[in-house]
């Protein structure tokens, strides 16, 4: 009785010694802000599902369907969020009681002898580890958790893939309406050189005024040339948004001053915590490493595994009457000892890893307030551009009519005119490029807010 005393204090020292356990830290939670520095945008309503058609471009509608059925990187995310959860499932199983049977049959006898032994046997096994500690539970909830995050990964990158659609459709289209306005403001260029000329035979001009012309005619047509090389470029990059070649992709028949401008609205800095894939992903992922700690903490406690066994045997030439039934039972306890040292290794690495968790989470946690603040910013500065602009463009294009009417009535010499021609393109280049920029701030702030992909 003393022994099994004194063993009783050895197997509880085991135990202590065995079960080392680190604080897990207490993080403060992250404040949020209550609006945005744009007071009036939180009053709007946030993206609804299918957004993008706001833009009123059922071609652009199409393209997003394909980039979306087509893309490899959205299909290698797919993937990867089945591999997570396959993982899951496996965890979940390890749960569960584990059966084996087993079906043998042996023969055996003398060598230089015809007689022969067989004997047959049968055996079913029934093995269960109760998860006393949690330790399996944790694991199947960070596997689990990492599932989640795939799928939010995959929200997150069909979202990006939408943006990355719309942009390279958004320039190709700024591209083209470019070249539309070098094209007309060369065929300006070349009225305006042929009225050079002209005046210049007639010795009305010097021939200094007709190699400036000349020099801008030529000027135009470069600029003409390299827009039609920056259209390729970026019909190359869209085609391969949409796994196609770049020859496959069929040219954009819709004009970019022919889309609608969606109207957007950002909300409550609250609400883009359920609502940015990023986000989400970001906070199961730290979820899946807290329960990484618990289930290194729970692998310092001992192991519990019970066994069942039952069996039958038979020899002879007929093994229905001589059956020789059997079972048996088992409790194995396992301390973990001389492995002490890794465990707790262990439990500090999962301890690091939450840490590393936590700061990815806050950094795209910062990142997405960044991203709507900055994006609601851009709008609201575009917006206000715009009726400048507007007013530019129309005072410059009177400048011209003008300006062509003095020159050609002998009024005017010809710097003005081309100052005013010049001044002309420039306003409606800048007039352009700026719709173009506030379409494409409108899907920066969608992007920002996390779109509707959540919704479908």
Known sequence: MR???????????????GCTLLPVPDDAASELPDTWSIDAASALKPPDKGWWKAFGSQELNTLLEGALLANRN???????MEQARIQW?????????????????????????????????????????????????????????????????ISATALM?????????????????????????????????????????????????????????????????????QSRQVSKTLAALLD?????????SQHIEDLRMPDIGS????DLMHKR?????????????????????????????????????ATGLNPLFRLAPGWGSGLEISLPIWDRSARVDNQRLALINRKIALNAYREALLTAFGDVETALHAMLNLQQQQRWQDAQLAAAQDSLRLAEIRYSAGAEDLQRLLN?????????????????????????????????????
């Open 267 to 270: 909300g409550l800095p609250a």
């Open 74 to 80: 959205l299909d290698t995310v797919r993937q990867n």
């Open 244 to 252: 196609k070649a770049p020859q496959e992709l069929i040219p954009p």
């Open 161 to 229: 893939l939408r943006s990355s659609v719309i942009t390279q459709y958004l320039a190709l289209l700024g591209i083209r309406r470019q070249i539309v306005l070098a094209e007309k403001n060369l065929d300006i260029s070349r009225r305006l050189l042929a009225l050079v000329e002209t005046k210049y035979a007639a010795g009305a001009v010097a021939r200094l005024d007709l190699a400036q012309q000349q020099s801008f005619v030529a000027g135009m047509e470069v600029m003409l040339l390299q827009l039609h090389q």
């Open 420 to 456: 005013a021609q010049n001044v002309f393109y420039s306003a409606e280049l800048a007039s352009s490029t700026l719709w173009q920029q506030r379409l494409q701030a409108a899907n920066d702030l969608a992007v920002a807010l996390g779109g509707s992909e959540l919704q479908e």
């Open 89 to 153: 499932q496996s965890s979940q199983m390890a749960k569960t009681p584990e059966v084996n049977s087993a079906f043998s049959k042996n023969l055996s006898g003398v060598w230089g002898e015809h007689q022969r032994n067989t004997s047959y046997g049968a055996n079913l096994s029934l093995s269960y580890s109760p998860d006393v500690w949690g330790a399996k539970r944790a694991a199947s909830y960070s596997n689990e958790a990492l599932w989640r995050a795939a799928s939010y990964d």
């Open 277 to 313: 894939p990023d986000l989400l992903s970001a906070e199961a992922k730290l979820a899946a490493a807290g329960a990484n700690i618990d289930a290194a903490r729970a692998a310092m406690f001992p192991s519990i595994s019970l066994s069942a066994t039952s069996s039958v045997s």
């Open 3 to 17: 022994a099994l005393t004194k063993f009783s204090y050895v197997l509880m020292g085991m135990l202590c010694g």
